[in-house]
């Protein structure tokens, strides 16, 4: 195993209109000792295809899922698997890197094997910044730039983390939403706490075809909720002490309060996205 080798986690279902970009990300890391591995969920093979837009390099593999459409969690335990690296990194094929997020997050990781950023949360439509999942407010209240449980429950918006191999035994949790919160918070705790790169090195990005709109999408989300509320009281969900398992479904029951109301205001507004109902909201 090479020293200070990142495997990229990419999960991938119809992902031709973003799947490039993310990948660019990647080819522009200063830190260049990686593994990209695309667990293509819908059958598709992303390398030929990437290899047909010009990109072919030697650290992309790619692993499918053993049916179309079984998931992200699914998709990412299939990668995860085939990661050689000693460090773990997701990147969803919608999202992107800045340049200098591995290298940063690595030196950052030294501490307890855990590291995340702030993220820039961008309209995909028109490349408007919409939020940051840390306000400069909650930062100033940070002590030593650090992350723990409590702080990781002030945000709704997904984080993105840098995992030492020996901080990532667990796999993602076959739930049909949240499942990318949990793998984190399970992370931290094991970790105690998870250093904080205050700026933003990476980019979370909103669009209409995302799992967060379309038709049903509140009861598909409040049903995943309800789903891991009943696993959180049953086996726990593979966190090890009750105070954790308590904050998680503390969480999760104020994301389940959050969608309601995003819900409701939807019947009003069709085609907000919930980032932005999510920052006006919180600033009302």
Same mark, same amino acid.
Request: glycine share 4%; proline share 2%.
């Given at each position: 195993m090479q020293q200070n080798l990142v495997s990229v986690i990419t999960p991938v279902y119809q992902g031709k209109k973003t799947l490039k970009r993310a990948v660019q990300s990647l080819l522009n890391q200063s830190h260049d000792n990686w593994e990209c591995i695309i667990a293509s969920d819908d059958g598709? *093979?992303?390398?030929?295809? /990437?290899?047909?837009q010009g990109i072919k390099d030697e650290r992309l593999s790619i692993v499918y899922t053993d049916k179309p459409k079984s998931g992200p969690n699914r998709a990412r335990n299939k990668a995860k698997e085939h990661a050689i690296g000693n460090?773990?990194?997701?990147?969803?094929?919608?999202? #992107?890197?800045?340049? @200098?997020?591995?290298?940063? /997050? #690595?030196?950052? %990781?030294?501490?307890?094997?855990?590291?995340? $950023?702030?993220?820039?949360?961008?309209?995909?439509?028109?490349?408007?910044?919409?939020?940051?999942? +840390? $306000?400069?407010?909650?930062?100033?209240?940070?002590?030593?730039?650090r992350i723990t449980l409590s702080d990781f429950c002030h945000t709704d918006t997904p984080l993105l983390m840098l995992f030492h191999e020996s901080m990532a035994t667990h796999n993602w949790e076959n739930?049909?939403?949240?499942? $990318?919160?949990? +793998? *984190?918070?399970? %992370?931290?705790?094991?970790?105690?706490?998870?250093? +904080?790169?205050? $700026?933003?090195?990476?980019?979370y990005r909103v669009h209409n075809e995302s799992m967060c709109h379309g038709t049903g999408v509140g009861e598909i989300f409040q049903a995943a909720y309800e789903q891991t509320l009943f696993r959180l009281e049953q086996d726990g969900l593979g966190f090890e002490t009750e105070h954790?398992?308590?904050?998680?479904?503390?969480?999760?029951?104020?994301?389940?309060? #959050? *969608? @309601?109301?995003?819900?409701?205001?939807?019947?009003h507004e069709p085609e907000l996205d919930f980032q932005t109902f999510r920052k006006c909201a919180y600033s009302a």
């Open positions: 598709v *093979n992303y390398l030929s295809w /990437l290899a047909s460090w773990i990194a997701p990147l969803d094929a919608d999202d #992107l890197y800045y340049p @200098n997020r591995l290298e940063t /997050l #690595l030196k950052a %990781a030294a501490q307890t094997g855990v590291a995340l $950023d702030n993220v820039n949360v961008i309209n995909d439509e028109n490349e408007q910044l919409i939020d940051t999942a +840390f $306000d400069a407010s909650y930062i100033n209240t940070l002590s030593y730039d739930v049909s939403r949240g499942g $990318d919160t949990l +793998f *984190n918070m399970r %992370a931290i705790e094991k970790a105690g706490w998870a250093t +904080f790169h205050t $700026d933003a090195l990476h980019e954790a398992r308590r904050q998680v479904i503390q969480l999760i029951r104020q994301k389940m309060q #959050l *969608n @309601n109301t995003y819900e409701e205001a939807r019947t």
